[in-house]
């Protein structure tokens, strides 16, 4: 029984078939990548993990428990940090601001009212960002306005953002796209770093295949809302019915 | 100081030099001047920078904050006052439990509507709580009037069934004070031509201004006060960062208006009636002019664009054609007339307009309202500017 466990999943806008069927089971503690062309639903998929999309049917279980029915926040509480495909931070904010707000999250629940307190006398939480801002390299941008920064930027700090609540599953939505190649194998030396070091699962998509077959330990390809198959990234390689998937998009 | 920066420490410290002295910086000019009217240092009007002072802190502190702009509240300020001048007619002429009930009272009723109105965000939100406090003007105004007194508002009268202090007053309506300092007393100060008024409300609004200014800015430098920025920011990552925007946001509506209603409450013991115009929508959307003027999300901004406001408010709609026209005596009688005729529909009731322009004029040429032009000016004489990215921490501070 792995720690997520999708069963028969179904999502429909309209007339679009965006989810059919969809079962998932991702192991503990592993590194489980969905990748599929385009409108494949892959996305679509995530938000009906973090309670951003209701499914019309099928059960959604996280760690023991449904996570159908709860808002997002309680759900990011039940331990679940995503990473969006386009970068949501809180961009009036300076990069450490934006890195303190998880920590309080992580710390005091959904809401907290420390009205009189200084933000700086958390040395505690400061301590915590700031270490993990010096893991993805940002340290000396902390007090840089989030806004300003490149796309790039922006995702490595929404990853840290993510990473600093120490999440047990960690869902990435093409985390790499719009980096820079070197600041891809940084990312995927990042994220293989932290898999080592705590107890983490993590979901990904992703169109680069390098970062996918650098980290995943099982592939799901998903193709019109229906995971076409499951299996190790050395299988799934020379897979016929892969090629034809993304072929067929393609042609 | 007093967990401040050093910033915020200074800037706290040169506002309260400027309320203490602000008898003498407002009378700039000796009686009987031509100037003499634009002297601001009577106690009625520097009670009113203060009082509204403290309305505008409190209003940025959810619109600044997170960018939830109220249309409706005045209701909070007049409900203070409602509550205060009740104080005063069965309790006590002291000026604290009076204040007290009109924070709590006003805390209840944001509660409830900022509760209802948070369901929804933008302009939904700001239809809303103007919907509220038109029903709360339509309330006051006829429906409860047992209660607020209708048209004619409510007033102190000599029968008031008060518990301390109800026997005392034979003859006479008692003034509301603070343990023997009655509100209205003043001492005069006066040098040569100049005349200086010193004023027991005045001081008495002031000290409860500058510690809702300094409550302001530790909520502003407060985990608490970096949420509200969030919820401003980005809403979507919020939720999924596990945090709850709506107990930020209502709790921030809660605090705005209890703000008001401390307003209202100082409103009332300077002057104990209460009526519902205070209430009226035009009142909500002066904090919004007040706010927005001085500049949104600052610290000292709606304090400045209150006092702007206030002085507009008294001093031009003083200015009659007559006054005009001894100002401009010295040009020839055609000329002098034509220049008047285009000045009187800006003066007297016409201040309105030109508050119009001058608001016009600080949008769109500083959006960051007077503390943006503040800053500009203080740039262009090129004080620091060079050394700034060592405490580049936060949003303009003040
Ligand atoms: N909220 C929505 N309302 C209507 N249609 C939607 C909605 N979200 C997604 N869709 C549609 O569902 C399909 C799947 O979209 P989804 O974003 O999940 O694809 P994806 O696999 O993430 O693609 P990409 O690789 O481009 O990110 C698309 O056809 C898309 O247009
Ligand atoms: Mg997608």
């Known amino acids: 029984m792995g720690i997520l466990e999708v069963k028969d999943v179904n999502k429909r806008f309209g007339g679009l078939q965006a989810l059919g069927n969809v079962n998932l089971s991702v192991a503990e503690n592993t590194c489980h990548a969905i990748i599929g062309p385009n409108g494949a639903g892959k996305s679509t998929l995530l938000n009906c993990l973090v309670g951003k999309l209701i499914p019309d049917t099928g059960s959604v279980m996280f760690d023991g428990q449904s996570v159908l029915g709860r808002t997002p926040f309680e759900i990011n509480q039940m331990g679940i940090s995503r990473v969006f495909q386009t970068p949501e931070i809180f961009g009036d904010l300076t990069v450490m601001e934006n890195m303190l707000i998880p920590c309080f999250a992580k710390r005091d629940g959904s809401f907290a009212l420390h009205g009189i307190r200084s933000v700086f006398s958390e040395s505690g939480l400061r301590d915590q960002a700031e270490q993990m801002l010096e893991e993805v390299n940002m340290l000396d941008k902390r007090n840089m306005h989030s806004a300003s920064m490149s796309r790039g930027d922006k995702r490595r700090l929404e990853m840290a953002m993510c990473l600093v609540q120490n999440p047990k599953l960690l869902l990435l939505d093409e985390p790499t796209a719009g980096m820079a190649r070197a600041d891809t194998n940084n990312t995927i030396d990042l994220l293989k770093e932290i898999k080592e070091k705590r107890n983490i699962t993590i979901a990904i998509i992703e169109h680069d295949m390098h970062v996918v077959f650098s980290l995943a330990e099982r592939i799901t390809v998903l193709a019109q809302g229906t995971p076409l198959v499951e299996d190790t990234p050395e299988n799934i390689k020379g897979h016929p019915k892969v090629k034809e998937a993304y072929l067929g998009e393609a042609a | 100081m007093f967990g401040l920066d050093k910033k915020d420490a200074s800037l706290l410290l040169i506002v309260a030099v400027l309320v203490a002295f602000a008898p003498f910086f407002l009378n700039p000019f000796p009686e009987g001047s031509g100037w003499a009217q634009f002297n601001a240092g009577y106690p009625d009007l520097m009670q009113r920078f203060v009082i509204f002072g403290i309305f505008a802190i409190g209003f940025n502190i959810l619109f600044g904050l997170t960018g939830y702009l109220s249309f409706g509240h005045a209701a909070f300020l007049g409900v203070g006052s409602y509550a205060a001048v009740w104080m005063f007619k069965l309790l006590s002429m002291n000026v604290i439990p009076a204040i007290a009930l009109a924070v709590i009272t006003a805390g209840a009723f944001a509660l409830i509507i900022g509760y209802v109105s948070l369901r929804r965000s933008g302009i939904y939100f700001s239809i809303l709580t103007l919907a509220f406090a038109q029903m709360s003007f339509a309330l006051a105004y006829s429906v409860l009037t047992p209660i607020t007194g209708g048209e004619t508002g409510l007033q102190l009268a000599l029968d008031d069934p008060r518990i301390f202090g109800g026997a005392a007053t034979e003859g006479n309506i008692p003034v509301p004070g603070f343990f023997g300092l009655e509100m209205r007393d003043s001492a005069q100060l006066v040098l040569g031509n100049w005349v200086f008024t010193f004023n027991v409300g005045y001081y008495f609004a002031a000290i409860i201004m500058l510690l809702s200014f300094y409550l302001s800015i530790r909520i502003f430098r407060s985990p608490f006060g970096m949420m509200l920025r969030a919820v401003k920011s980005n809403q979507q990552r919020l939720n999924y960062t596990g945090l709850n925007p709506r107990p930020y946001t209502l709790a921030a509506f809660v605090i705005s208006g209890m703000y008001a209603g401390l307003a209202g409450g100082l409103m009332a013991s300077m002057d104990p009636l209460a009526g519902a115009e205070r209430m009226f929508w035009t009142a909500s959307g002066e904090v919004v002019l007040m706010t927005i ?106």
């Open chain 2, 293 to 398: 003027l001085g500049g949104v999300g600052t610290l000292i901004g709606p304090v400045l664009g209150a006092g702007m406001i206030k002085y507009m408010e008294n001093i031009i709609s003083k200015i009659n054609s007559d006054i005009l026209h001894s100002w401009f005596a010295f040009l020839p009688d055609g000329l002098e007339d034509l220049v008047v005729t285009l000045i009187y529909p800006f003066i007297g009731k016409g201040w309105h307009l030109t508050l119009g322009i001058v608001f016009m004029l600080v949008v769109i040429f500083l959006p960051g309202g007077l503390v943006q032009g503040g800053q500009k000016l203080a740039g262009l004489f090129g004080r620091k500017k060079a050394q700034e990215p060592k405490n580049a921490t936060t949003e303009p501070a003040e």
